[in-house]
């Protein structure tokens, strides 16, 4: 491998760490509350990470397309966690989010739409969780093993369960926009939907009612921000908290007649933030758990028996015994391991100890053999 390859082959894999560490850091800011200055930077950060792992795939694509590879880098050489782990990150997650950062503005809830709106966005939200696909990149980099065979086979164990995992995830989260189930975001709904029209309906927001709306809102946690005529009737946090923590994405707004009320959706946000962090934990635990338990596991009773034999068939002086388990005796593997000890290797030490007599009768030279006869 040529210096320049293995230095971008070592620089994508810091990428993958920084995304991951990134990724963690982006859903730990929202569970906290971190300041919108610090999402914003977060955000950013993971945006330009997708935009560098999507011109790395298409730069994959490309040279193995050249070589008429392509098909194995897709399938074999996991190309498919490349384009999952960036391309629609990129396109429906940290691009939109990017665009609405800059653009600004906040989401205009209708009455029968605000449940949608909500699932939607958690269901783009947790697509993130497809940038954990990047620890199976990282955990083929990582030799727990000197058996390739090992090595290959939890790769592969690793990338089924987490794939699987994450798709189930992904498929959970998209049919909640399709198929309505009760959950938070619902409850959520029809407590800020109820508050906005209470509101609308007992004149709430009119002048002079100013602590009626106050003693109201103070008991409705969905509401923000009431504002009628575009002068602010009610507000949860004066201006400088607002610009500090809240951003778009964190509050919508629900508009009745002249009245609009301003919705906090934080802690929907929250929810699925806690709820991403909690697979992220349970991914690296499960990949470790491959790695360091099952690995070893699959190299003691797999690779180390056929590593032994091996030897023992190619090299003439290894005449090791393959140790066999009494836990895994009835196991394919070492049942031909006791076929190998039985059978073979006795074998084996009747030709070595044959082809070491073989010497002793060369010592006779044809004069020798010819004195016999005189």
């Given at each position: 491998?040529?210096?320049?390859?293995?230095?971008?082959?070592?620089?994508?894999?810091?990428?993958?760490?920084?995304?991951?560490?990134?990724?963690?850091?982006?859903?730990?800011?929202?569970?906290?509350?971190?300041?919108?200055?610090?999402?914003?930077?977060?955000?950013?950060?993971?945006?330009?990470?997708?935009?560098?792992?999507?011109?790395?795939?298409?730069?994959?694509?490309?040279d193995a397309?050249?070589?008429?590879?392509?098909?194995?880098?897709?399938?074999?050489?996991?190309?498919?966690?490349?384009?999952?782990?960036s391309v629609?990150?990129?396109?429906?997650?940290?691009?939109?989010?990017?665009?609405?950062?800059?653009?600004?503005?906040?989401?205009?809830?209708?009455?029968?739409?605000?449940?949608?709106?909500?699932?939607?966005?958690?269901?783009?939200?947790?697509?993130?969780?497809?940038?954990?696909?990047?620890?199976?990149?990282?955990?083929?980099?990582?030799?727990?093993?000197?058996?390739?065979?090992?090595?290959?086979?939890?790769?592969?164990?690793?990338?089924?369960?987490?794939?699987?995992?994450?798709?189930?995830?992904?498929?959970?989260?998209?049919?909640?926009?399709?198929?309505?189930f009760p959950?938070?975001?619902?409850?959520?709904?029809?407590?800020?939907?109820?508050?906005?029209?209470?509101?609308?309906?007992?004149?709430?927001?009119?002048?002079?009612?100013?602590?009626?709306?106050?003693?109201?809102?103070?008991?409705?946690?969905?509401?923000?921000?009431?504002?009628?005529?575009?002068?602010?009737?009610?507000?949860?946090?004066?201006?400088?908290?607002?610009?500090?923590?809240?951003?778009?994405?964190?509050?919508?707004?629900?508009?009745?007649?002249?009245?609009?009320?301003?919705?906090?959706?934080?802690?929907?946000?929250?929810?699925?933030?806690?709820?991403?962090?909690?697979?992220?934990?349970?991914?690296?635990?499960?990949?470790?758990?491959?790695?360091?338990?099952?690995?070893?596991?699959?190299?003691?009773?797999?690779?180390?028996?056929?590593?032994?034999?091996?030897?023992?068939?190619?090299?003439?002086?290894?005449?090791?015994?393959?140790?066999?388990?009494?836990?895994?005796?009835?196991?394919?593997?070492?049942?031909?391991?006791?076929?190998?000890?039985?059978?073979?290797?006795?074998?084996?030490?009747?030709?070595?100890?044959?082809?070491?007599?073989?010497?002793?009768?060369?010592?006779?030279?044809?004069?020798?053999?010819?004195?016999?006869?005189?």
């Open positions: 491998m040529s210096k320049t390859r293995s230095f971008l082959e070592n620089l994508v894999l810091v990428a993958i760490v920084l995304v991951l560490v990134q990724t963690f850091l982006e859903d730990l800011a929202t569970v906290l509350g971190w300041t919108v200055a610090t999402r914003r930077a977060l955000l950013l950060a993971g945006f330009f990470f997708d935009l560098f792992f999507t011109v790395e795939f298409l730069v994959r694509c490309y397309f050249r070589y008429r590879r392509l098909g194995f880098y897709l399938w074999f050489d996991r190309g498919w966690i490349d384009f999952l782990a629609p990150l990129l396109l429906l997650n940290s691009g939109p989010s990017v665009l609405a950062m800059y653009v600004g503005g906040v989401s205009i809830i209708g009455v029968g739409g605000m449940l949608n709106v909500l699932k939607v966005v958690k269901a783009i939200r947790i697509a993130r969780v497809l940038r954990l696909l990047r620890v199976l990149k990282i955990f083929r980099r990582i030799k727990n093993t000197d058996s390739v065979m090992a090595q290959r086979h939890v790769a592969m164990i690793s990338a089924i369960t987490v794939s699987v995992f994450v798709f189930i995830l992904l498929a959970l989260s998209i049919g909640g926009t399709v198929v309505p959950s938070i975001d619902q409850t959520y709904q029809e407590q800020a939907i109820s508050a906005a029209d209470y509101v609308a309906a007992e004149g709430l927001a009119d002048t002079g009612r100013e602590a009626d709306l106050a003693r109201f809102a103070a008991t409705q946690s969905a509401i923000l921000t009431v504002e009628q005529g575009g002068e602010v009737r009610y507000s949860r946090y004066d201006q400088e908290h607002l610009d500090r923590y809240f951003q778009a994405v964190d509050y919508g707004l629900l508009p009745r007649g002249p009245v609009d009320v301003f919705v906090d959706l934080t802690p929907i946000n929250r929810d699925q933030a806690a709820d991403n962090l909690r697979y992220f934990v349970l991914i690296v635990g499960l990949i470790l758990v491959l790695m360091f338990v099952y690995s070893p596991h699959f190299a003691l009773t797999v690779t180390d028996p056929i590593h032994v034999m091996r030897r023992g068939m190619g090299e003439k002086n290894y005449s090791l015994e393959v140790r066999v388990p009494s836990e895994y005796r009835d196991d394919d593997i070492y049942r031909l391991a006791r076929e190998y000890n039985r059978v073979f290797l006795p074998m084996k030490d009747r030709e070595n100890a044959s082809d070491e007599a073989e010497p002793a009768a060369s010592h006779l030279s044809m004069g020798d053999i010819k004195d016999l006869f005189d």
